[in-house]
C-alpha cells in the first residue's frame, strides 16, 4: 500500500494533460477520447452487466492463481463480492469502452477486417463487457483459469446477448505457448491476469507475432508492486515499442512505426 502511495505521488508530479502533449497522434487520444465527458447509451448496459452480478447472492468455490501461476488454494467466495473486488471499475470500464470504440475500424469500409481482442483475465467479465460494447463486430477471445468463475461469466455473456465473445478456459500460459499466434493479428489485448513480472515479460514475448501497426496493448496495474512497474520499463524499451502512455492504473504500449520513440505519463 505504501509503495502504491509514493509511486501515485511520483506519477502526480510527472503526469500531463493534453497541453503538454505535442503528438497529434497522442493529442487526440487523449482529447477526443480519455477526456471525452458525454454520456453514452453503452454506459447503462455496463452498469446492468455489473449491478446483476452485485446482486448474485450465490457463491462459487474459486481456483485461485497466485504466485508464478501456481494453483495455491480453493476457496468459496460470493459472485457479488468477486464482481467488488476483482473487476474493472465503472470509471475505468467506460474509459475501456471508449478506447475500443475510438480504435475500430472504420465500419463505413467495407473490406476493413474486423477487429480481433484478446483479454488474458476474464474474472466476471466485467471488462470483457467493455470491450464488446466498445466494438460488438469485433472477435473477442478472453482466457480464464478458473473454470467456476468463468461459467458465470459464460452465462453473463449469453444473458446480455454478447454473441462475439470467445470465453476459454485455460491457465494463460499453456494458452499462449500451444496457440499458434502467428496466424492471429490482435488489434488490441487487455492484459489483465497476473500482475507478476515475468509472467507479464513472458507473454509480451509469446504475443509479440500478433501485432500490427495499429496495435494497442493495454497492461493494468502497471503500478501495482516494485515487480510490475520493472516490468513496465523493460516494456518501454522494448526496440519494437514506440509509444506508450502511463496513466497510472494502465500502460498502454502502441507499436506504430511512424511514431517516434516516446513515453507519456497523463493523467486521466
Ligand atoms: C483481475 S482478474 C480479471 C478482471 C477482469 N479483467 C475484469 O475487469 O473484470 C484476473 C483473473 O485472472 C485469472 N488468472 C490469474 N492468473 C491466471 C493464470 N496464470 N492463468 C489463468 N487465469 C489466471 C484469475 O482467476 C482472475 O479471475
Known amino acids: 500500500m505504501l509503495f502504491q502511495i509514493k509511486s501515485y505521488l511520483k506519477f502526480l508530479w510527472h503526469s500531463k494533460n493534453e497541453h503538454a502533449v505535442h503528438s497529434p497522434f497522442v493529442f487526440d487520444l487523449v482529447t477526443k477520447c480519455f477526456y471525452d465527458k458525454k454520456s453514452k447509451p453503452e454506459y447503462q448496459i455496463l452498469k446492468e452487466y455489473r449491478n ?9 468455490e474459486v481456483t485461485d492463481f497466485g504466485a508464478g501461476s501456481k494453483v495455491f488454494k480453493n476457496n468459496a467466495r460470493s459472485i457479488a463480492k468477486i464482481a467488488k473486488t476483482a473487476g474493472i471499475s465503472s470509471k475505468r470500464a467506460e474509459l475501456l469502452f471508449r478506447i475500443v470504440n475510438y480504435f475500430q475500424p472504420d465500419p463505413s469500409v467495407s473490406e476493413q477486417a474486423e477487429q480481433s481482442i484478446l483479454e488474458i483475465g476474464t474474472s466476471l467479465g466485467l471488462a470483457t463487457s467493455a470491450l464488446f460494447l466498445g466494438n460488438p463486430k469485433a472477435k473477442i477471445t478472453t482466457l480464464e483459469g478458473c473454470p467456476n ?52 515479460l513472458d507473454y509480451f514475448e509469446l504475443l509479440l507475432p500478433t501485432i500490427t501497426n495499429e496495435t494497442l496493448w493495454i497492461f493494468d496495474d502497471i503500478h501495482w508492486s516494485s515487480e510490475m512497474e520493472a516490468a513496465w520499463e523493460i516494456i518501454k524499451t522494448h526496440p519494437k515499442v514506440t ?26
Do not use: C
Not at 446483476?52 to 462459487?60: D, T
Not at 499458434?180 to 513480472?197: A, P, R
Open 52 to 60: 446483476s452480478l452485485l446482486e448474485n447472492k450465490n457463491s462459487i
Open 149 to 200: 468463475t468463468m461459467a458465470i461469466a459464460k452465462n453473463q455473456f449469453q444473458l446480455f446477448n454478447f454473441n462475439t465473445v470467445n470465453p476459454i478456459v485455460t491457465e494463460f500460459s499453456n494458452y499462449l505457448k500451444n496457440y499458434q499466434l502467428s496466424i492471429v493479428n490482435y488489434q488490441l489485448i487487455y492484459f489483465d491476469g497476473n500482475h507478476q513480472k515475468q509472467a507479464t
Open 243 to 268: 509509444v506508450t502512455i502511463d496513466t497510472f492504473q494502465w500502460g498502454l504500449v502502441f507499436f506504430r512505426k511512424e511514431q517516434r520513440k516516446e513515453h507519456f505519463i497523463i493523467r486521466t
